[in-house]
Nanobody
Framework: QVQLVESGGGLVQAGGSLRLSCAAS????????IGWLRQAPGKEREFVAT????????YYSDSVKGRFTISRDNAKNTVYLQMNNLKPEDTAVYYC?????????????????WGQGTQVTVSS
């Protein structure tokens, strides 16, 4: 059984930075792609960033490209999302999720394990 626990969310002013962490249990973490996804109030959950099993490939949504960086440390079973130059429209609950695929994954339906989420609020 895979468990994912996000941390690092909080309240930040526009232009600020936050670093989210996702700690995973289980022996399969290093075998599969991991993604960060978010859900803003009143909106559907959307893809933010993804990283392949080895960390060699990453992919970002257009809305965060150039501002967010996803990385992973397989020795620590942890994935990170460094978020810089935050904007009010980045306000959302951020989820990490593990896919059953190994390469970058942008479709939410391809993630089969999800964390509980961490709130990120960006004030203007």
């Amino acid at each position: 059984q895979v468990q994912l626990v996000e941390s690092g969310g909080g309240l930040v002013q526009a232009g600020g930075s936050l670093r989210l962490s996702c700690a995973a249990s289980g022996r399969t973490f290093s075998m599969y792609a991991i993604g960060w996804l978010r859900q803003a109030p009143g909106k559907e959950r959307e893809f933010v960033a993804t990283i392949s099993y080895s960390g060699g490939r990453t992919y970002y949504s257009d809305s965060v490209k150039g501002r967010f960086t996803i990385s992973r440390d397989n020795a620590k079973n942890t994935v990170y999302l460094q978020m810089n130059n935050l904007k009010p429209e980045d306000t959302a609950v951020y989820y990490c999720a593990q896919s059953y695929k190994t390469v970058v994954v942008t479709s939410l339906k391809d993630y089969n394990y999800w964390g509980q989420g961490t709130q990120v609020t960006v004030s203007s």
